[in-house]
Structure formats: C-alpha cells, structure tokens
C-alpha cells in the first residue's frame, strides 16, 4: 500500500511560530533594554541636574555668606572708622578744651605775676626813696657835724664870707686829702688848716652815707 507523505504540516507551523516568538521575545527585551537604558540615562542626566542644581544652590549659599559676610566686614570696619572718628573728635575736643585751660590759667597766672611785680616794685621804689631819704637825710646831718668840727677849729672872725673846699675821707673819717675849690682866700686858707688840725671828721658807719661824702664838696659859710 502507498505510504502517504511523512512531512507533517504542523511540525513546519510550530517552528515559524517559535521563531517568532523568539523574534518578539528578542525585540521586547531590546525594546525593554533600551527603555531601561533610557530610563537609567534620563535618571542620570537628572540626578546630575540635581547635582548641578545643588552646586549652583550651594554656590549661590556660599556666595551669599561670602557677601553677608562681606558686608557684615565692611559694617565693622565703618563703625570702628566711625567709634575712631568720634574718639578722635572727643579727644581733640578735649585738648583744645585743655589747652584752653591752661591758655587761661596762663594768662591769668601771668597777670597775677604782672601785678605781683607791679606791687613789688612799687615797693621796693618807695623803700628805695624812703631809703634815698634816710641817706640823704643822714648826708646832710654829717655835712653839718663836718661844717661844725671844722668851724670850731677856726679862730678868725670871717663873718659874711664863704669858702668851698674838696675832701676826701676814709671810712674812719680821716681826712686823706683837702683842696681849696674857690671861695675868699683868707677863709680857705684857715678852713684848710682846720681840716688838717683835725685829722679825722664825723663819719657813718652806714656804707651808702659814706659813699656820698667820701668825696665831698663843702661850703664853709659863717
């Protein structure tokens, strides 16, 4: 009997499916890597963004302390320059109100010593004029003491006649030197001789009075 045809349809149908299958299989599982692929780029690129994003943001915090604290800087520095300024304007302020002070005091201090030396020499000019007086005073009561130790020494009568002799003396009174300066002759002659018969004349121990009649002019006068 004739054997019928041993190639069984189905078996060639099965084998173009399964190939199939695979074919989908393969290109799901691309299509599935890629995605996966795309999904692992896209989280990525945005976990960098996040990256650059937190960067940017921390950038932007550091520079904003960075400023903040430039700022925060440059307000010290101001009110340091101001607390400066003010102290430095409160001490000149000071010293110019110090040296005011002492401006004062020194003008008054000045005008105290000004009157002081006003008052002092006020007084020492009028002891010196009580002085001059005392000296003077005391000058002429020596001359006339001289006059009346030389008069008693005259034994002539020359009344209404007048004679001026130079003397010098020591400061014991002695008479070191006798010169006639003019006058009426008989009458010098005689107050010269009763000069030196005298030897020695009335004399202070006061140092000024002796200085005004170590060298004296005397007017003998009867």
């Not at 069984?8 to 692929?37: G, L, S």
């Not at 006020?122 to 005392?134: G, S």
């Not at 008479?175 to 009458?187: C, H, R």
């Amino acid at each position: 009997m004739p054997v019928a045809n041993s190639t069984p349809a189905p078996v060639i149908k099965a084998t173009f499916i399964d190939a199939q299958a695979i074919y989908d299989q393969q290109r799901a599982q691309a299509q599935a890597e890629a995605q996966a692929r795309a999904e692992e780029q896209r989280k990525r690129q945005a976990a960098e963004e996040r990256k650059r994003q937190e960067a940017a943001a921390r950038k932007a915090r550091e520079q904003k302390a960075r400023e903040a604290a430039e700022a925060k800087r440059q307000s010290e520095l101001r009110r340091l320059a101001e607390q400066k300024a003010q102290e430095r304007k409160e001490r000149e302020a000071a010293e110019k109100a110090e040296a005011a002070r002492k401006a004062k005091e020194a003008k008054e201090r000045a005008e105290m010593e000004r009157i002081m030396q006003e008052q002092l020499a006020k007084e020492q000019a009028a002891m010196q004029q009580q002085r001059r007086q005392q000296v003077l005073s005391e000058v002429e009561r020596y001359q006339i003491m001289i006059q009346q130790t030389i008069m008693r020494y005259l034994n002539a009568d020359f009344k209404g006649k007048s004679c001026r002799l130079k003397l010098k003396l020591a400061t014991t009174g002695f008479v070191s030197q006798v010169s006639i300066v003019d006058g009426d002759s008989a009458l010098c002659r005689a107050a010269e001789s009763a000069v030196r018969r005298a030897e020695t004349l009335p004399m202070s121990e006061d140092p000024a009075v002796y200085e005004e009649l170590k060298d004296i002019d005397l007017k003998v006068e009867l």
